[in-house]
T-cell receptor, first 113, second 108 residues
Framework: ETGVTQSPTHLIKTRGQQVTLRCSSQSGHNTVSWYQQALGQGPQFIFQYYREEENGRGNFPPRFSGLQFPNYSSELNVNALELDDSALYLC????????????FGPGTRLLVL | AQRVTQPEKLLSVFKGAPVELKCNYSYSGSPELFWYVQYSRQRLQLLLRHISRESIKGFTADLNKGETSFHLKKPFAQEEDSAMYYCALTGTASKLTFGTGTRLQVTL
């Protein structure tokens, strides 16, 4: 069984740029959730995708967008980067939309200068 | 609105001492409660969830709906328990709402 993987592990961008983060869900999982974890904080829910459709969104502006592909992998896109977007971005997958346990990837650390 | 509160940023205990990590929540319906743990240089992983009523690595947590609490307990702390612990809840949707976390430090 392959766990959740994320790429890249870390990257540095400048304010105003755009970034794409990638996530491969655990084998057999069709639901992917994205979280932002700022330094010293718990993860905050950005949005979730289930069978390629957005299935819930947290309190994040529209410049945070996502995609889920037929193989259930997912992308998180952030446009017009701001300094406060610097954080660890976590992807989690589970077997179907609902209260199933979510399994987390190692995260992508984004630094915006 | 759903909210999770972990009042302690850091909890330091001696090896062999009892551990209690506090978690209080706010949710109007019937939540599902979780404890996640993050060991040094490892990913966030599930420690336990209240519906399974399991004891994992000696840890237990009881959901107290009256006090809206889900405290994590272990009778005898071990060095390998040192980690960051997050309490989380999910409501009708499957999004997780996390607390800010408590760092458990077990010293000799």
């Amino acid at each position: 069984e392959t766990g959740v993987t994320q790429s890249p592990t870390h990257l540095i961008k400048t304010r105003g740029q755009q970034v794409t983060l990638r996530c491969s869900s655990q084998s057999g999982h069709n639901t992917v959730s994205w979280y932002q974890q700022a330094l010293g904080q718990g993860p905050q829910f950005i949005f979730q995708y289930y069978r390629e459709e957005e299935n819930g969104r947290g309190n994040f502006p529209p410049r945070f967008s996502g995609l889920q592909f037929p193989n259930y992998s997912s992308e998180l896109n952030v446009n017009a980067l701001e300094l406060d977007d610097s954080a660890l971005y976590l992807c989690a997958s589970n077997s179907h939309s609902g209260r199933e346990t979510q399994y987390f990837g190692p995260g992508t650390r984004l630094l915006v200068l | 609105a759903q909210r999770v509160t972990q009042p302690e940023k850091l909890l330091s205990v001696f090896k062999g001492a009892p551990v209690e990590l506090k978690c209080n929540y706010s949710y109007s319906g019937s939540p599902e409660l979780f404890w996640y743990v993050q060991y040094s240089r490892q990913r966030l992983q599930l420690l336990l969830r209240h519906i399974s009523r399991e004891s994992i690595k000696g840890f237990t947590a009881d959901l107290n709906k009256g006090e809206t609490s889900f405290h994590l307990k272990k009778p005898f702390a071990q060095e390998e328990d040192s980690a960051m612990y997050y309490c989380a809840l999910t409501g009708t949707a499957s999004k997780l709402t996390f607390g800010t976390g408590t760092r458990l430090q077990v010293t000799l």
